[in-house]
Nanobody
Framework: QVQPVESGGGLVQAGGSLRLSCAAS????????MGWFRQAPRKEREFVAA????????YYADSVKGRFTISRDNAKNTVFLQMDSLTPEDTAVYYC????????????????????WGQGTQVTVSS
């Protein structure tokens, strides 16, 4: 079992950058797929990015590809989301989540398959 806790959100101007962190307790962190999701006001929560257990494979939503980078440090039980070239459309609450098992097909973007969720961190991008 892991308990994700996000940090690093805040207010940034369009074109700026933020780095989100997700520290997850638990001795088995390295066995989990880790993902980032976000929920904008009046919208449903959506997939942003995911990384496999070793960090060797990463996956992104089309809307963030080329601007966001997900990575993990298993020695520190932490996953990161580097967000560059931010736009007001990136404004949302960002959630970190952990999924048991591997990645098969596109299951990395299926929310109901994630077992543990953080409380979220607010990211606001001003124009």
């Amino acid at each position: 079992q892991v308990q994700p806790v996000e940090s690093g959100g805040g207010l940034v101007q369009a074109g700026g950058s933020l780095r989100l962190s997700c520290a997850a307790s638990g001795r088995t962190f390295s066995s989990y797929v880790m993902g980032w999701f976000r929920q904008a006001p009046r919208k449903e929560r959506e997939f942003v990015a995911a990384v496999n257990w070793s960090g060797s494979n990463t996956y992104y939503a089309d809307s963030v590809k080329g601007r966001f980078t997900i990575s993990r440090d298993n020695a520190k039980n932490t996953v990161f989301l580097q967000m560059d070239s931010l736009t007001p459309e990136d404004t949302a609450v960002y959630y970190c989540a952990a999924k048991r098992g591997g990645i098969y097909g596109s299951n990395y973007n299926t929310q109901r398959l994630y077992d543990y969720w953080g409380q979220g961190t607010q990211v606001t991008v001003s124009s």
